[in-house]
């Protein structure tokens, strides 16, 4: 297990990085059985200090949470209390799906695209009908399950996923609607 503890403008010191590693440590151990690597990151937002954890799992999957608080061990605390609250979940889906995955994810690469809002020349007509894009870079697809892609949305926060379906050769989509629920595209 390889682990990363750094602060974006701030100093870590020595006891604040041995305290991350046993306290993550001791929480991956109870629910992730082989985690392959944690990134810690300590930031300051005006009086707050934030932590952004990222685990990735052996499965594939990846875990992240984020917490802010006036000191730097109590955003610490609120994060790992994320982490362990989503992991949990996610090893009690396994337990419930009663499904091993025997090999690891497959990851295949893909282009992502960030196009420019329009809502910045929405009065002035546009010269063509081609989107502007801002940034341009390369992204990871997994091959997974529809309740593991569900699962991984819910672990990474995001209000979308795009995956390849293990049981059919096609791209899915996977995301939140605003009632609450999940909606799933299959093509």
Known sequence: MRYKVSGKQIDIGESLQTHVE??????????????????????????????????????GLTCQAKAHANEIYAAFEGCLEK????????????????RDRSEPVEIIGASSYILASEQAEAEVEPDSLQPIIVAEMETRIPSLSVGEAVMQMELA?????????????????????EDGNIGWIDP
């Not at 046993?22 to 009086?47: C, I, M, W």
């Not at 982490?83 to 889906?93: I, V």
């Not at 390849?164 to 609607?177: A, C, H, I, P, S």
């Open 22 to 59: 046993t306290e993550l440590s001791a929480v991956l151990e109870k629910y992730a059985g082989r985690p392959t690597d944690a990134q810690v990151v300590f930031s300051r937002n005006a009086h707050e200090y934030v932590c952004e954890t990222i685990v990735h799992l052996s499965t």
């Open 83 to 98: 982490m362990d609250k989503q992991l949990r979940r996610y090893k009690r889906r396994l337990k419930d799906h009663h």
């Open 157 to 177: 926060g995001s209000p979308v996923l795009v995956f390849r379906n293990e049981t059919k050769d096609g791209l899915n989509v996977v995301y939140r609607r």
